[in-house]
């Protein structure tokens, strides 16, 4: 019976601490800033307490409007014979709407292939979050390395939405680029949607 109550009494406490930090993590909500990728040698740091994330860390709370984003990626320009690069532009756009959401400094990007592709951050103003450069001995490699290639979008360095590209590829006029060098490339009259 005395073991039974100090049981309940460890469970108790331990509900206790749990509610405790879960209250926490809700009142530790900061503003949104522009969207810049993670300087390079510096470790994420955790919202709650501003240190570094350790291996082991509980999860980070990934704010509902960014969790439930879809991925959209437009290909801006294909790699040529003379030019082995290739770009795809992709953003993260409300559930709701489709309007592309607001820069988070916590959003960084990255891919399932890293040592063929770059992923260079937007600025605010883009119609894109990110938009990868696809590199590669020809077009073909090109070619194979973009169909099997998945987007990756992390929030404080943690992976939260993975797609593979080729799934959720637009033209990138249907999503307003018509700066995208493949459009240009085109002529189509941004005024006359179909013209060329």
Do not use: W
């Not at 999860?59 to 509902?64: K, L, Q, S, T």
């Not at 984003?69 to 320009?77: D, F, G, M, S």
């Not at 795809?88 to 292939?113: M, P, R, T, V, Y």
């Not at 360095?157 to 240009?184: G, Q």
């Amino acid at each position: 019976m005395k073991k039974l109550m100090l049981s309940l009494s460890a469970m108790t406490s331990l509900m206790a601490c749990t509610q405790k930090a879960a209250d926490e993590g809700k009142s530790n909500k900061r503003p949104s800033a522009p969207l810049s990728g993670q300087p390079p040698g510096e470790k994420p740091v955790s919202p709650s307490d501003n240190r570094p994330i350790q291996p082991g860390d509980d999860a980070i709370a990934i704010p509902v409007n960014i969790a439930g984003a879809h991925l959209t990626c437009a290909v801006r320009k294909e790699a040529t014979d003379k030019s082995l690069e290739s770009e795809i532009g992709c953003l993260l756009s409300e559930k709701e709407g489709g309007k592309k959401l607001a820069s988070d400094a916590k959003l960084s990007f990255s891919s399932s292939q890293p040592n063929l592709v770059t992923a260079e951050l937007q600025s605010e103003t883009s119609i894109y979050h990110v938009i990868y450069h696809v590199k590669g001995e020809s077009r073909d490699a090109i070619l194979q390395t973009t169909q099997s290639l998945d987007a990756i979008a992390l929030y404080s360095a943690k992976p939260f939405i993975t797609e593979r590209i080729a799934k959720v590829l637009k033209p990138a006029i249907a999503l307003d680029d018509y700066e995208a060098p493949i459009v240009r490339d085109q002529a189509i009259d941004k005024d006359e949607d179909g013209s060329l």
